[in-house]
C-alpha cells in the first residue's frame, strides 16, 4: 500500500478551499459592469472573466466572476470576491498587494499574511510553486481591473482588460 | 510479468538511471513520455565520452579530432536515413526539433511556392507547431487554413478531408499520431488522397508517430517527414526533417551564415547542397551524436515489439481507469498508442496532477499545446498519463490507487 502523504496534501486543500471550489460565490456575470478583466494562464489553461460594478463613491458594490480552473484559481477567486465587495478600490488594491506579497515573497512576509486575513490559508501553495500561478490568477486580473479604473478615471462604460501572466 | 511480453521490462529499467530516483518520497512512476522521455544509459555515456573525450567542431577543422567529429555526426544522418528509410543521407537535415523542422518548411518551401488564394490542409488533432508556422504563412501570403474535422472518438474524418482536397492544394500538414488523444491516423491513406490533388506537398510530423511505429518514408510517399530525438530516448536539441531531394533543391534556404554557404563575397553568396543548405551555424554536435545511440536502442528492442508491449500498457490503463468509475477518457480511436487523456467528474486536471505528484506519479495536465482538439471536445484541460516501454503493469495500478485517493481528498 502506498504511504499517504496528506499533511501536505491536507495543508494544500483544506476544507475552505475545497468548500469555495464547490459551491464558489459570486459565481456569475454582471452585464454592462463598469470594470472588467480576463485573467488566463495559457500554459494551463485557467481562465477566469471578473466583472466589477462600482457605487458612486467608488466601492465594489457587485462583483461576479466565471470561467473554468483548479480547485485553488477558482476558490482564491471565490474567497476574494467575498472579501472585496464593499470596499473601496484603494483597500482593494492593498488587499491585491498583500495577498501577492504572501504568496510571492521569500521569506514570506508576515505582516503581508496577517492582512489578508482569511486568505491566509492560501499560504499552504506555497508549498507547491507550480500552483502558486493558479492562486494569483484572479488577484492579477483584480489588479489590472482596478489599474483600468485609476487611468481612465474621467471615462464611463465598460473597461476591457486581457491579463495574461 | 507475462512470459509473452514483447519487452523484458525489468530488464530495459536498468538501462534509464533517472528510473530508479524517488519524487516526493515515492519511487518515480513517469508517466510522461508524450512530452519527452528518459534517456538509456548509452546516450548519457556517449554524450559524456564526447564532452571529455572526443569534443571538436565539424566540417572545417583539418585536424583529427574535427574529422572524427564530422564523421560521427554523419554516421547519425546515416542511421536517421536507415530509420525513415529515405534514399539518401543528403536528405536528412539535422534540426533544433520538429517545430524548428516544421518552420523551415513553412519557411523554406512555403515563402517560396505559395500565393494568394492556395490551400493548406492540417487536422484537428495537430499540435501548436503544427499549427502555428502554417497560419503565420498563410497571414504572410494569403493563403487559406483548411481543417480536416475530427469525430467523437478523436479520429479523422477522410471523407471531410477528400472534401477540402482540390487543385488549390499545396500543402498537406497532418500528425502521424495525436499527442493529446493517442489516435494514430492513416498516414498511407492521408498521402494517397492528397496526390489526387496535383501540386500538393505532405509534411507528416512524426514527432509522436516515429517512436511508435516503424516508418518508411518512401512506402509513405510522403514529401516531409520530422521528428524530436528527445522523444525517441535522445538528447534535446536535435531532429531531423527529412525532405525529398527535388524538393530540397528547389526550397530557399532556411537560417543564413556559416556551414550552409558554398561561396560568400559581398556581392553574392551561392548555397551548399542539402543537406548543409539548411545547417547554418555550429550545429547541436553532441547532441546529434547523442542521438545515435537512441536509435539504435529502439531499434535493438524491436519497434514491433515496443508497440506490442505499450498497446498492452494501453489496453491494462484504459481497463484499470474505467474500473474506478467517474473517470472519462477522451480519444477513443480504433487505432491508438499509449496515451490515456482523462477527466475526472468534479476534479480539475491541475489538482489531480498535483495529488499524483505527490504520490510519486508524473502526469502532464492542462491543454497539451493541443487547444484546438481540447476545444474540439469542450474540455478546457486533461490529465494525460503517456506510456514509454519501461513503465509497468504496477505503475498502472499505483495510478489508478492514487487516483481514488485524488476522490478522497477532493471531495
Known sequence: MIPVPEPKLKSLYQEVILDHNKKPRNFKEIPNSSLYSHGVNPLCGDNYHLYINLDTDGRVSDIGFLGNGCAISKSSASMMTTMVKGMTRAEAGELVRHFLDMMTKYPMPAEDKSKTGRLAIFEGVREFPVRVKCATLIWHALKDALNDAAKQDDRTGGVKHESRQ | ?411
Open chain 2, 1 to 411: 510479468m507475462l512470459k509473452t511480453d514483447s519487452i523484458q521490462v525489468e530488464s530495459v529499467r536498468k538501462d534509464f538511471p533517472a528510473l530508479h530516483r524517488d519524487m516526493n518520497g515515492h519511487p518515480l512512476a513517469y508517466l510522461d513520455n508524450a512530452a519527452t522521455t528518459q534517456k538509456p544509459l548509452a546516450v548519457i555515456d556517449r554524450l559524456d565520452r564526447f564532452y571529455r573525450h572526443e569534443y571538436a567542431t565539424v566540417h572545417r577543422g583539418v585536424y583529427l579530432i574535427s574529422q572524427q567529429a564530422t564523421s560521427e555526426c554523419d554516421q547519425v544522418r546515416e542511421k536517421c536515413r536507415m530509420l525513415l528509410n529515405a534514399k539518401s543521407s543528403d536528405e536528412i537535415i539535422f534540426t533544433r526539433g520538429t517545430t524548428d523542422a516544421i518552420n523551415l518548411v513553412a519557411a523554406a518551401y512555403g515563402r517560396k511556392f505559395l500565393k494568394t488564394g492556395d490551400e493548406i490542409i492540417i487536422s484537428g488533432l495537430e499540435h501548436h507547431a503544427n499549427i502555428v508556422p502554417w497560419q503565420r504563412l498563410c497571414e504572410e501570403k494569403g493563403t487559406k487554413l483548411k481543417v480536416i474535422p475530427v469525430n467523437d472518438r478523436g479520429e479523422l474524418l477522410l471523407d471531410e478531408y477528400q472534401k477540402l482536397l482540390n487543385g488549390k492544394t499545396r500543402i498537406v500538414a497532418v500528425t502521424h499520431m495525436s499527442n493529446a488523444l493517442g489516435t494514430i491516423n492513416p498516414v498511407k491513406k492521408i498521402v494517397d488522397m492528397a496526390r489526387s490533388a496535383a501540386g500538393a506537398v505532405i509534411l507528416i510530423d512524426g514527432a509522436q508517430g516515429v517512436v511508435h511505429e516503424k516508418v518508411d518514408v518512401r512506402a509513405l510517399d510522403c514529401d516531409f517527414y520530422c521528428f524530436s530525438g528527445h522523444k525517441l530516448y535522445g538528447p534535446t536539441g536535435v531532429g531531423v526533417l527529412y525532405g525529398k531531394m527535388s524538393l530540397l533543391e528547389a526550397m530557399d534556404p532556411y537560417q543564413t551564415g556559416g556551414e550552409m554557404i558554398e561561396t560568400v563575397t559581398f556581392e553574392k553568396s551561392t548555397f551548399a547542397k542539402p543537406p548543409l543548405k539548411f545547417e547554418a551555424g555550429t550545429p547541436a554536435i553532441a547532441e546529434i551524436i547523442g542521438l545515435g545511440p537512441a536509435i539504435d536502442y529502439v531499434q535493438n528492442l524491436g519497434l514491433e515489439n515496443i508497440a506490442a508491449y505499450e498497446r498492452e500498457l494501453l489496453v491494462c490503463a484504459t481497463e484499470k481507469l474505467m474500473q474506478l468509475g467517474g473517470i472519462t477518457i477522451t480519444g477513443t480511436a480504433r487505432e491508438k498508442a499509449a496515451v490515456v487523456s482523462f477527466t475526472m467528474a468534479d476534479v480539475h486536471p491541475h489538482d489531480i496532477g498535483t495529488i499524483l505528484d505527490q504520490f510519486g506519479i508524473a502526469v502532464r495536465t492542462g491543454q497539451h499545446c493541443a487547444q484546438p482538439i481540447m476545444d474540439r471536445f469542450h474540455l478546457p484541460a486533461t490529465a494525460r498519463a503517456s506510456f514509454a516501454f519501461y513503465n509497468t503493469r504496477e505503475e498502472i495500478d499505483r495510478l489508478a490507487a492514487a487516483l481514488l485517493k485524488v476522490r478522497e481528498v477532493m471531495t
